[in-house]
């Protein structure tokens, strides 16, 4: 399996595609200006050894050397050991609303933040469980298997957004459905959904998805997370969702109907604010849960592959010096990057 040890550093790879605008307008000016000193063509025959070329390609090997260089600092590793481990635990499908309401503020950072945040909190928890990963809005699909490979975990988390849905809405019971289904067999531990959602626009068929979790031995939980009062929806330009009459529209949490599937599925509703308190009652909840043998097969090793990258890299860096801008009057005779 290969994964980064450090993912948050990949986001420095933005840099890249600005730098190259930066150039490209910078050159544009600069040709601009070559072309107010006099006829440009008279000006290159004045200047032989100016290559056209060299320092464009000097740049994007610097681009290269600096996107490689950014990846070694994130640290790529492949799993080279697996491991299969038997424990006491639970199996846990984590379900998350990812509609655009979950943009909402009224929760610290957003409502989608503060469910990511608990959930790789939760997850830090799962030490001798198994646990999924469901992600819906009008829709719903599987964004990590039943795994004990909590790494993993933590990393799909990372790519979760409300762009990964193009259908809005909140299927509460499609996910129950789509969650039930991804359990094992195995009825001799305790099994939960912990669906994670403020219940906007809900769609129906909830209840009864989850009394037919609760009669295969499934406990599903709800975790209500934003204000019963309402919060904008903010949008990507900074102002925020408007209906076709033009007024702002207001999302708020529906705990009644949190409660019912909470009550369907013989699991308990749980309201998410700012404080971790939320995390701690459910912990409560689970641990009352039956454990039973678990058996996992994780990556236990992981070789660093930066060591390669970093030979790459001072490979390119070479290249790049021995490269001049200016035509080397050694290689006139040559092709190779003595194009005017």
Request: include cysteine; charge should be neutral.
């Amino acid at each position: 399996m290969f994964r980064f040890a450090n993912p948050t550093y990949l986001w420095l790879l933005l840099l890249i595609p600005i730098l190259a605008a930066m150039y490209h307008i910078w050159s544009y000016k600069r040709s601009k200006r070559m072309k107010r000193l006099g006829d440009v063509e008279l000006l290159r025959k004045l200047s032989p050894n100016v290559s056209k070329y060299r320092p464009l390609v000097k740049f994007y090997l610097m681009e290269l050397i600096l996107a490689l260089i950014i990846i070694m600092v994130a640290r790529p590793q492949i799993g080279t050991k697996i491991s299969n481990e038997k424990r006491e635990g639970i199996e846990a499908i984590i379900a998350m609303d990812i509609s655009n309401s979950m943009l909402a503020e009224d929760v610290s950072p957003s409502r989608l933040d503060r469910s990511k945040m608990l959930v790789e909190n939760l997850v830090n928890r799962f030490t001798n469980d198994k646990v999924g990963l469901v992600v819906f809005a009008g829709d719903a699909f599987v964004q990590l298997p039943m795994t004990a490979d909590f790494v993993s975990a933590k990393m799909f988390l990372n790519n979760i957004d409300p762009s990964l849905i193009g259908s809005q809405g909140t299927d509460i019971g499609g996910a129950i459905e789509l969650s039930t289904a991804s359990f094992s067999k195995n009825t001799h531990f305790g099994k939960a959904i912990i669906i994670i959602t403020d219940g906007e626009n809900h769609e129906g068929g909830a209840e009864k998805a989850a009394e037919k979790a609760r009669k295969l031995g499934i406990n599903v939980f709800i975790l209500g997370i934003g204000s019963t009062s309402g919060a904008p929806i903010p949008m990507e330009d900074g102002s925020y969702l408007k209906d076709e009459a033009g007024n702002t529209v207001m999302t708020k949490l529906n705990e009644e109907m949190c409660r019912k599937i909470a009550s369907a599925g013989q699991g308990t509703y749980i309201h998410v604010d700012n404080t971790t308190a939320a995390e701690t009652q459910l912990d409560n909840q689970l641990n009352k849960l039956q454990k039973g043998e678990i058996a996992g097969v994780v990556y236990s090793d992981y070789d660093e592959q930066y060591p390669a990258v970093a030979l790459i890299v001072l490979f390119l860096l070479v290249v790049e010096v021995m490269l001049m801008e200016r035509k080397n009057p050694l290689t006139k005779k040559v092709n190779l990057f003595t194009k005017k």
